[in-house]
């Protein structure tokens, strides 16, 4: 009967986050891993009057992996595209051609059933949107930035002529893209000139690791991940990267915030990322982000109670936004 409440999330998705119309086909690229959940947005599509398509393949090995070619060709065909896998796809060349194809593309990587009952979902997310468009462009509009957390994270980078990607739960245009339930803002530094140290201290939400055990420590000098320390998980995603064989995988691809008060930290990416108050740093590929690099892996690390600083001004600091705009995140009650 879980099906029934799982639905009104999902119908939740096509009409407020992804802005579904009559008529409209929503591809739902998927994975046997999935494949249930598939099958209620495909009802609840079917019941807006748009034209569900699933597609089904075998999981990704990694996350940032590209789909077969066939699944990449069926994106170019859609309206709005639901990507419900259990490894993210988000960070391909498949996913980039499919919006710059004008799809409007709605990121659910990992999703779990209780996602679709409550929690980041229920965010009033066109509230959210004025934070995120600041957020945005505050990263837009800086050349420098600096991060610092009290457990020990102090990284500083170059933003000069990147992008501020505002992902606020909504897709309403051509070849716009977001991710539900998380509400974020976010960059990819200047390749090259991410320095310094990131202490992860939140969650790794990939590759089973979720909520840390103990900090995962990273040294880095001139954009690329030098040293990687800590305990058994730390050990899980250091051999993860070896085994790539690629030394982009070290690559400094995003810095990102979680705008979403009804988000929480608990090892489940598209909550822990959407946390409001938070940073992630992502890892990898950077091309969906702004930045040049495309290689097998990306995931993001996330720590608590981040200072941010863009040419030298503090925006936010521990964790709360010094933006007006912030005051509608702060009054919506926070998730349980």
Request: proline share 6%.
């Amino acid at each position: 009967m879980r099906e029934v409440l799982m639905l009104r999330g999902a119908h939740r998705i096509l009409q407020q986050n992804a802005g579904v119309r009559p008529g409209e086909l929503v591809l739902i690229v998927t994975d046997f891993e999935k494949a249930s959940l598939a099958t209620i947005l495909a009802s609840a599509a079917m019941s807006l009057g748009a034209e569900p398509l699933v597609v089904t393949m075998l999981p990704r090995t990694v996350d940032g992996q590209e789909p077969p070619p066939a699944v990449a060709a069926s994106l170019m065909h859609a309206d709005v595209v639901c990507s419900l896998v259990a490894k993210s796809i988000t960070h391909t060349h498949a996913i980039k051609a499919a919006l710059a194809g004008g799809a409007r593309v709605v990121g659910l990587t990992a999703f779990v059933e209780d996602q679709l009952i409550g929690g980041g979902i229920d965010a009033d997310f066109e509230a959210l949107t004025p934070l995120c468009r600041r957020v945005g462009a505050l990263l837009a509009e800086a050349t420098a930035a600096r991060v610092t957390t009290p457990a020990g994270t102090a990284l500083t980078m170059s933003l000069e002529g990147r992008p501020g990607n505002v992902h606020r739960g909504i897709v309403r245009n051509p070849g716009e893209f977001t991710t539900v339930p998380n509400a974020e803002s976010s960059t990819s530094p200047v390749e090259g000139t991410a320095d310094g140290t990131i202490v992860a201290d939140a969650s790794l939400p990939y590759y089973d690791i979720g909520l840390l055990q103990e900090p995962i420590v990273m040294q880095v000098k001139r954009g690329m991940i030098t040293e990687l320390t800590g305990g058994s998980q730390a050990r899980v995603i250091a051999a993860m990267m070896a085994a790539q064989k690629d030394p982009n995988v070290y690559n400094i691809a995003q810095l990102s915030f979680g705008l979403n008060p009804k988000c929480r930290i608990r090892g489940v990416m598209l909550d822990d990322e959407g946390a409001y108050g938070t940073c992630h740093i992502g890892i990898g590929t950077s091309i969906m982000l702004g930045g040049e690099v495309k290689t097998p892996m990306h995931y993001d690390v996330l720590m608590w109670k981040p200072t941010l600083e863009l040419d030298g001004k503090v925006v936010l600091r521990d964790g709360d936004w010094l933006l007006p705009e912030a005051d509608a995140a702060r009054a919506m009650p926070a998730g349980c």
